[in-house]
């Protein structure tokens, strides 16, 4: 069976590949977004994976709380340290983002038609793993997508006790084909991860101590991967429904059809027969015993009409 990918540009199958001797494995998705589209966790999610949502966005959150309820879900911000900050808010899009310059620029684009903030807790991820992850569990894989927010996430983690095997992070600035690592890539690249892989919108590293990933990264997503964009699945099935439903229409067509078949084949013969009686009340009324009995049809008629009156 095809593995059905959510991501927007197919960092689960790259996921999947590089972790597949995984059954159940565990995640951090920070800037979670929506639990369904654009997801990089739903596809393992569905196979029996569980891990951390952290998504301050109150109708992102609310969405995973209702789906995703064998995961941890956190309305909060991941960043440097403990703090409270305004999240500027553009519903409806995956843009909320803590970065005020950032937030500026989208506030000023024409597909942008309105922005809120609300206040935020903040917590560095060292924390997050401290109250959330198991003493023994590994974390396979961390992705970071927060709208120009990046290096303030990666600041707060612990890289001596937070060991993800695989991190990937959003590699450009938000809405545009412009690379922003160096921002922060030299943290990851000082604290023993190596880089191994981009797809034009991600880079991903694997930590020193699971270096033998590294050659799962070696080409981007193909046919050997046996997967299917979920968006053209579920087009396949309502195509799939649709087409159920017009051979459903064409067999009760074809009922119909029989049925009107046998009223017609009832219609010609209620005609035939009533043509029948027809003849056979002419045959009588020109036989010579109807003409006989004329006088006494009258006689009778007028007898009855005698006593009618009376």
Request: glycine fraction near 4%.
């Amino acid at each position: 069976m095809p593995f059905l990918s959510f991501a927007q540009n197919l960092e689960d199958v790259v996921l999947r590949r590089a972790l597949k001797d995984i059954a159940v494995g565990f995640y951090i998705d920070v800037g979670a977004c929506s639990p369904d589209q654009d997801s990089v966790t739903r596809s393992l999610y569905d196979s029996g994976w569980s891990g951390i949502n952290i998504e301050p966005n109150p109708e992102y959150y609310s969405q995973l709380v209702d789906k995703r309820d064998r995961d941890i879900n956190l309305q909060i911000a991941a960043g440097q340290e403990s703090d409270r900050l305004e999240l500027n808010i553009f519903s409806g899009t995956g843009l909320s983002t803590l970065n005020k310059k950032v937030a500026r620029k989208h506030s000023e684009a024409d597909y942008i038609d309105h922005m809120d903030s609300v206040s935020v807790d903040v917590l560095p991820l060292s924390e997050v793993w401290n109250l959330h992850v198991a003493e023994n569990q590994d974390v396979h894989f961390l992705k970071v997508d927060v709208e120009g927010f990046e290096a303030e996430v990666l600041k707060g983690l612990d890289w001596k006790k937070n060991r993800p095997w695989i991190i990937l992070v959003e590699a450009t600035k938000p809405m545009v084909q412009e690379f922003n690592y160096s921002e922060w890539e030299f943290y990851l690249i000082e604290n023993d991860y190596v880089f191994v892989y981009e797809d034009g919108l991600n880079r991903f590293y694997v930590s020193k101590e699971k270096i033998e990933l590294s050659e799962t990264f070696r080409f981007p997503p193909c046919v050997f991967d046996n997967y299917v964009l979920a968006s053209y699945d579920a087009e396949a099935k309502r195509a799939r429904k649709a087409l159920q439903n017009l051979d459903n229409c064409k067999t009760q067509s074809q009922e119909n059809l029989k049925k009107i078949c046998l009223l017609e084949n009832e219609k010609r013969h209620l005609i035939l027969e009533t043509q029948k009686l027809r003849d056979e009340l002419t045959s009588i009324q020109q036989s010579r015993i109807w003409k006989m009995t004329t006088p006494l049809r009258f006689v009778l008629g007028k007898v009855i009409a005698k006593y009618s009156r009376s």
